[in-house]
C-alpha cells in the first residue's frame, strides 16, 4: 500500500510539472502564433493540442486525488474491521448495551465507508466516460477543420491506471473486492 501511495504522490508531482511545462509551451506557441503569420492552421493546431494535453494532465490530477480519496478510505475500514473484530473477541459472553452499542456505530461507518467508497468508483467512471466524450467531440472539430487531432498527440501510456493503483497488493488481498 504504500508503495502505491508514493506512486500516487510522485504521480501527481509528475502531473504538476507536465501542466507547468505545457503552460510555458502555450505562451511560446501562443507568441509564434502573433510574430508568423506563415503556417498559421499548423501553429493552431499544434496549440490546441497543447491545450487538450493540458486538460488531460489536469484530468489525471483530478483522478488521482479520487484514488487519493478511495485509498484513505481503504484504511478507514481497515481500522473499523479490526476494531469490530477486536470488539466481537474480547467478549464472548454477555454483552452490555455499551458494547452493543459500539459494535452498530462500528458497522454503521463501516457501511457509510462502502458507500463513500462505491460513489467515488461511481465520479471516476462518469469522469472517465464524459472525458471519452469530451475527446471525441474535439477529435470530430479539430477534423471538421481540416486539422489532425493526433499530430501532436501527447502519449499517456507511461501514466499509472486507476486500476493499477487499486489492483491487489502483493499480500494477495484485493483492494476493490472489500
Not at 34 to 46: A, V
Not at 86 to 101: A, F, H, P
Not at 140 to 159: I, P, V, W
Request: net charge negative; charged share 35%.
Amino acid at each position: 500500500y504504500l508503495n502505491k501511495r508514493q506512486n500516487s504522490h510522485t504521480f501527481s508531482w509528475i502531473i504538476q510539472l507536465k501542466i507547468h511545462s505545457s503552460s510555458g509551451i502555450n505562451a511560446s506557441t501562443g507568441d509564434a502564433v502573433r510574430t508568423n503569420g506563415n503556417d498559421d492552421k499548423e501553429l493552431l493546431s499544434q496549440f490546441l493540442e497543447l491545450v487538450n494535453i493540458k486538460n488531460e494532465l489536469t484530468r489525471r490530477e483530478n483522478e488521482l486525488h479520487l484514488c487519493e480519496k478511495y485509498l484513505q478510505l481503504l484504511d478507514e475500514q481497515d481500522q473499523i474491521d479490526r476494531d469490530l473484530r477486536y470488539l466481537i473477541e474480547s467478549q464472548s459472553g454477555d454483552k452490555s448495551v455499551e458494547d452493543r452499542k459500539e459494535e452498530e456505530d462500528l458497522i454503521l461507518k463501516k457501511f457509510d465507508i462502502v458507500n463513500r467508497r462505491d460513489y467515488l468508483l461511481t465520479q471516476l467512471d462518469e469522469n472517465k466516460k464524459r472525458e471519452e466524450e469530451e475527446n471525441r467531440q474535439i477529435n470530430e472539430m479539430l477534423r471538421s477543420k481540416g486539422m489532425s487531432s493526433t499530430l501532436h498527440a501527447y502519449n499517456t501510456d507511461c501514466f499509472l491506471t486507476i486500476e493499477q493503483l487499486l489492483e491487489p497488493g502483493e499480500e494477495g488481498e484485493t483492494r476493490k473486492g472489500r
